[in-house]
């Protein structure tokens, strides 16, 4: 079934991991989503140590698995390198995890999102959210654009008034000079 103007439209505020999921999650139930990012290329941007699993995060990329997610199909289209973690311990202690090259992931995010015709894309910073009635109603954005939905999703991450430490200087940020996400 596809996406008509009476089925529900959602923003998603991030272009992260639990953002591009969100999205997808969204789409599969047949929603129009856009996604509001601070820059479209970095949609899916993995941060220094670009590895899929491992201990703590392998269960929870099997649960995303398990319900269609794309995290771990970008991983098996930019792994390069795989490992069983623990290999020599107990079941209960393995994990497997995959190392993947941080551009060939992110160029994978995106051909996975592209796939859906009810996602769209948008490059804008959120900074209020507009409310009727006590409803969510839409969002408002810094260059004074208004997209109207029917739920917001904020997936703004470790960005959320983020705050860079170099030395003794403290000043607001998110990864590699990019903009910290407003509070």
């Not at 995010?109 to 009635?133: K, M, S, W």
């Not at 208004?146 to 991450?157: E, F, S």
């Amino acid at each position: 079934m596809p996406a008509t103007s009476a089925t529900p439209h959602i923003v998603v505020i991030g272009g992260g991991h639990a953002g591009v999921e969100a999205s997808c999650a969204a789409a599969r139930l047949h929603a129009r989503v856009t996604i509001v990012t601070h820059q479209l290329e970095a949609i899916g941007m993995m941060s220094c140590n670009p590895a899929i699993g491992g201990i703590g995060k392998g269960h929870l990329v099997r649960e995303i698995d398990a319900l269609d997610g794309i995290m771990g199909k970008a991983a098996d289209l930019a792994g390069i390198h795989y490992r069983t973690l623990n290999r020599s311990k107990g079941p209960a202690v393995r994990a497997t995890r995959a190392q993947t090259d941080r551009t060939l992931y992110r160029g994978a995010i995106r051909r996975l999102l592209e796939q859906y015709a009810n996602i769209h894309l948008f490059q804008g910073e959120v900074t209020d959210l507009a409310i009727n009635n006590q409803k969510v109603c839409g969002v408002q954005l810094r260059s004074g654009t208004r997209i109207d939905c029917d739920a917001v999703v904020l997936t703004a991450g470790t960005f959320l008034a983020g705050k860079m430490h170099t030395g003794n200087v403290q000043s607001s940020g998110g990864r590699a000079g990019g903009p910290a996400a407003g509070k």
